[in-house]
């Protein structure tokens, strides 16, 4: 299907000789074409403009630059807009813009670069008549529009197959992986990795036909999953691996699906209470699987990845399952209460005490290295130990106390587990 993208953004260049550009609704590059001369050898561009190369690049836009379009309707019109450049946006070169729509929705633009030699071209409007160029350049866009009407449909029924996979009771959950064994073929055999990202927004309101499901390369099937009341709904994707020992791929979709602006900010209630800014969204990669039976072991390592990664920075913002370390352990239990012995280090007065202490029994006790990574003299160090056991009551010289400590530390970071 991607050809056949790549063929219709052809066409549009040739038809209004303006290099264009096909994103998604999401800002994530589908395809682009380079303008032809007569002789059929590709010609320089009008100009380097860096929100297309960065696009061709990287496959995104910047926030930024998502901003200055949105602010003109694009997901709202329904005829071609014309953008004026923003060079605070990092926009140097104005754009025509064609919304790719289908039945009424938007599902991408096709964007052309205007250097100034589109500048006549009549956008019609209420009251004119397009020119008949940009009238051929609509049809073929409402072609695009109903060719990823068609892929996020399908996209949607795998979702709703992956989700029953992951949550539905077993009666039901057995009946999906059949159906979704069956629509993906072999791909189903693997190998496979689970990606989850957390937050993830789906869409609402104005969005509410956009659920925000990632057409990326090697996500055989992805679906929002709901949140509850102490965290944000999340993200899987099921990702097709080249080999069961390597990880890259859904490491490589994971970084793609964080620079999605559904991928949104947020924090746990006791990061918040330590008074460390929020953390950005975090994705876990889970161990690899052959076949589908094991997708709902594979969901919680990667929503346990997750939320490891956005619990510690030094994890994330991407985590695999093998490499979380205890909170391989944590992310499995009960939602508990803090011990009543640490629970006094964990109030937000204490916040600097309480990073001390973790980092000395992160540090396995070694004053020398905690004051290093903490930056502070060793006596500045013994002050502050000497304060955690008067609040706690607990001896940092005993392997028990400390481990009881570490624990409670490492989960209160966590944070409460989403259902």
């Known amino acids: 299907m991607r050809d056949d993208y790549q063929q219709l953004v052809d066409e549009i260049t040739a038809v209004l000789r303006a290099p264009a550009t096909l994103e998604n609704r999401d800002f994530a590059l589908i395809a682009f074409g380079a303008q032809d001369s007569e002789d059929g050898e590709d010609t320089e561009e009008p100009a ?25 309707g694009i997901a709202r ?14 926009v140097f070169m104005g754009r025509i813009c064609l919304p790719v729509r289908h ?17 006549d071209l009549e956008l019609g409007g209420p009251t004119g008549t397009p020119d008949p160029r940009l009238a051929r350049a609509m049809e073929t866009a409402a072609r695009i529009g109903a060719l990823l009407a068609a892929e996020a449909r399908a996209g949607e029924e795998l979702g709703e197959l992956l989700r029953d996979v992951l949550t539905a009771p077993p009666a039901g959950r057995d009946a999906a992986r059949t159906q979704l064994r069956t629509a993906l073929r072999g791909a189903a055999d693997g190998p496979l990795a689970l990606v989850a990202v957390v937050p993830w927004t789906p869409g609402t309101g104005e969005d509410a036909d956009h659920p925000g499901l990632p057409h990326l390369p090697g996500i055989v099937a992805a679906c929002a999953l709901p949140g509850d009341a102490t965290a944000g709904a999340g993200l899987a994707a099921l990702v097709r691996l080249r080999a069961a020992t390597a ?17 949104t900010a947020g924090g746990t209630a006791a990061a918040v209470a330590r008074g460390e800014p929020p953390a950005k969204a975090a994705a876990g990669v889970s161990a690899p699987r052959r076949g589908l039976e094991e997708l709902p072991a594979a969901w919680q390592e990667a929503l346990a990845a997750a939320r490891a990664a956005h619990a510690d920075p030094r994890l994330g913002p991407v985590a695999e399952w093998s490499a979380i370390g205890p909170y391989r352990l944590l992310a499995a239990l009960p939602a508990l209460q803090p011990d009543a012995a640490v629970r006094p280090l964990l109030e937000p007065a204490h916040a600097e005490l309480a990073r001390t202490a973790e980092t000395f029994l992160d540090c396995a006790g070694q004053a020398g290295r905690t004051a290093q990574r903490l930056g502070i003299h060793r006596q500045t160090l013994y002050y502050r130990l000497s304060r955690v056991r008067q609040l706690t009551g607990l001896d940092l010289d005993a392997g028990e106390d400390r481990l009881l400590l570490h624990m409670t530390l490492k989960a209160a970071r966590l944070g409460p587990p989403r259902r």
Do not use: N
């Open 48 to 72: 380097l403009d860096p929100v297309r190369t960065r696009s061709i690049l990287q496959r995104r836009s910047t926030a930024a630059v998502r901003a200055w379009f949105e602010a003109f």
């Open 247 to 263: 990880l890259d791929p859904a490491r490589t979709t994971a970084e793609q699906l964080l620079r999605s602006p559904r991928a």
């Open 103 to 119: 039945r009424g929705v938007v599902h991408g633009y096709v964007w052309l670069l205007d250097d100034g030699h589109l500048s």
């Open 77 to 90: 019109a329904q005829a071609p807009l014309r953008i004026p450049p923003d060079p605070a946006a990092g």
